[in-house]
């Protein structure tokens, strides 16, 4: 036999796959804008972290500007790196230190 339905009628299966169907419409909505969003959100990323390696830039500028002041070539010589073990957060607070001075 042939089961043929009329108007809005939809066997209980059809109604289940189309409400399934309008939950998943309605989750897919919004996945353009969350994208134009994290789309937008990486260029900011990239621009804040172009910006954090220029400051680097500048403050290792700034390091070798103070050590060219402070320390003749020659007193490298005996400069043997595991000797010394000092923070970023030290050096950093020295840079400032010069930075105000």
Known sequence: MHDERRGGEH?????AWLAR?????AQVEPLPR????????RKKDAR????AQAELKEYRRLVCQWAGKCFRE????DFREEDYTI??????????KWEQQ
């Open 11 to 15: 066997s209980p299966e059809q109604s």
């Open 21 to 25: 169907l309008k939950e998943l419409q």
């Open 34 to 41: 969350t994208i134009r969003d994290l789309e937008e959100q």
């Open 48 to 51: 804040e972290m172009a910006e």
């Open 74 to 77: 020659e007193d490298w010589n």
């Open 87 to 96: 923070s970023m957060d030290e050096v950093l607070a020295e840079l400032e």
